[in-house]
């Protein structure tokens, strides 16, 4: 990007033209001349074709927007109407930011944040022509329409790294903070955790679909075991990008919750809309509160972890682990599965968080020394059980997406059943064990890994350290409730992976291949 056409057009675009192979055989035929493979260049030829015959620039993207299909944002230049960009969306994210002597265009508020704070979303098939005095917002048919303007959070975290390496050690530094002020936002004006919605409407809830990607479809598995423990409630863990495509049976659920840090991500909003054409309510857990999720959703519960810039998700994941535990107390309660005695003990428990991770962040220099020794290896394991199970899975995500090693996750019961073969002498074997019921079986599981040759590194509370004497290394973080064991280990796991990839020598902050938000399918 850019791509030019005919030297008079050129153009920017996220997302896909699913139809571009036969929009573009038609221009061929016409004479045009393409000098790339991509979908997007035939967004600038269609529009020197519009041009040529004569459409000004709304006519022009009238003609456009009824050709093509796909998922698409993209901006328009041209040498026709050099005081003017043409924008347009559908299905992927575009907000104008207007200035008081300029416009902005950007995927989302956060892009815009150190221009302007006044903002305008575009919808799905909407699209505007925007000059430096203003912009004009036209639905796909040509008839204007009036966009609100919403007036952003100011996001000076945006300036600098404040003093860190990289924004991914900033926002590391940055969890207690994110997880005090999300907890904040789940608790009501009595001081009580709250779900954001009615008790007639948590009472009414029978099964939950939990629908996201990435890192936080496995926050979404851990809070599975919050649900269903705490609330006696059936919860389904879907992938979003997988969710719709099955054709999915829904009587057993009345409620989707999708998670999202972006609100933006295609595959959660596509998943989410089809839940909703299912009959169920809605709710969206994002960290962007006039993101598209949280515009389209019935409810929205949400986190408060502020921007965050790198690519692998941090704070966003504890944000969206302690939201998702207060969801599951409120619903509790409210379902009678719990006290209000027990309820509160737990919000105490979680109002201790900010400060237990405080003090597991200084481990940066105890694990140096570990995440050296990993950087040497080509492959590496995670284990877990019951609910730091799913964690492992993250566990494994944050090191390859940031190290290019790769790694898997597993649950520790399932070794015997395949992924013990893989065990070889010197295999860094990275342990995530609590305190808790499962202590003793998944301790066993690492015993057998150790036998075979595996090194194990452990990431423990102090008293699940006591029955791992074989470790290799030990990392732990202080003693805590079962409950709350995902969130804190979550910390050392976030820290190894990080300091792995300082010591590779990789793009910490933005690693090949990726985008902070997913707005494509």
């Known amino acids: 990007h850019p791509h030019v056409a005919s030297k008079r057009v050129s153009i920017v675009h996220n997302g896909i033209i699913e139809n571009y192979r036969s929009i573009r055989h038609r221009l061929e035929a016409l004479g045009h001349r393409f000098s790339s493979d991509t979908d997007s260049e035939v967004l600038a030829h269609l529009f020197v074709e519009a041009f040529d015959a004569g459409m000004d620039p709304s006519a022009a993207t009238q003609s456009v927007l009824a050709e093509i299909d796909g998922a698409y944002a993209f901006a ?28 902005y265009i950007g995927s989302d508020a956060t892009a815009l944040s150190h221009l302007t704070r006044k903002v305008v979303y575009l919808k799905d098939n909407d699209y505007a022509l925007v000059r430096a005095t203003g912009v004009a917002v036209y639905q796909a048919d040509g008839e204007p329409v009036n966009r609100e ?38 608790t009501d004006k009595n001081g009580c955790l709250t779900a954001r919605m009615s008790e007639k409407k948590l009472r009414e809830v029978e099964g939950i679909v939990l629908l996201a990607a990435g890192t936080s479809h496995y926050a979404t598995q851990i809070a599975r075991y919050w649900i269903e423990s705490l609330a006696n409630v059936p ?3 879907e992938v979003a990008s997988e969710y719709r495509y099955r054709q999915p049976a829904t009587a057993s659920y009345n409620l989707a919750i999708a998670v999202s840090q972006s609100g933006e991500s295609l595959d959660t909003l596509m998943a989410m809309r089809h839940a909703a054409d299912c009959g169920m309510s809605t709710i969206g ?20 972890a502020g921007p965050e810039i790198g690519v692998a998700s941090t704070k966003s994941f504890t944000a969206q682990l302690t939201v998702l535990l207060c969801f599951a107390v409120a619903l509790a309660r409210v379902k009678g599965q719990i006290d209000v005695a027990r309820a509160n ?30 950087s040497s290896a080509k492959s590496a394991l995670y284990l877990g059980r019951g609910a730091l199970y799913p964690l492992a899975l993250e566990g494994a995500l ?3 997406e940031l190290s290019y090693i790769h790694a898997e996750g597993f649950a520790s019961g399932e070794m015997k059943h ?10 860094p074997v990275v342990a995530l064990l609590a305190a808790d019921s499962v202590m003793t079986k998944a301790s066993n599981n690492l015993r057998e890994a150790n036998a075979r040759g595996g090194k194990i590194i452990l990431i423990s509370d102090s008293d699940a350290a006591v029955e791992v004497d074989y470790a290799s290394a030990v990392i732990t973080v202080p003693n805590v409730s079962s409950l ?3 969130i804190l280990l979550a910390v050392p796991a976030q820290i190894l992976a990080y300091l792995t990839a300082v010591e590779k020598g990789t793009d910490v902050d933005q690693p090949r291949n990726l985008a902070k938000s997913v707005t494509v399918e």
């Open 235 to 237: 919860v389904v863990c």
């Open 418 to 427: 395949g992924p013990i073969a893989l065990i070889e002498d010197d295999i």
């Open 285 to 304: 857990l994002v960290n962007v509160p006039n993101s598209t999720i949280a515009r389209e959703a019935n409810t929205v519960l949400p986190t408060r």
């Open 398 to 400: 944050k090191l390859k």
């Open 345 to 374: 003990a737990i919000h105490v428990e979680i109002q201790g968080l900010p400060g237990l991770v405080g003090r597991a962040l200084c481990l940066f220099d105890e694990m140096r020394p570990v995440a050296h020794k990993l």
């Open 76 to 103: 328009v230049m041209s040498t026709d109407y050099p005081d003017m960009l043409i924008v347009a969306r559908n299905a992927s994210p575009l907000a104008l930011g207007i200035g008081d002597d300029a416009c």
């Open 149 to 186: 303007h919403v007036i952003v959070a100011a996001s000076q975290g945006l300036v600098d790294k404040g003093g860190y390496r990289h924004y991914m050690e900033k926002e590391i530094h940055e969890q207690p903070d994110a997880i005090a002020h999300s907890l904040a936002a789940m």
């Open 484 to 486: 709350l064991s995902p």
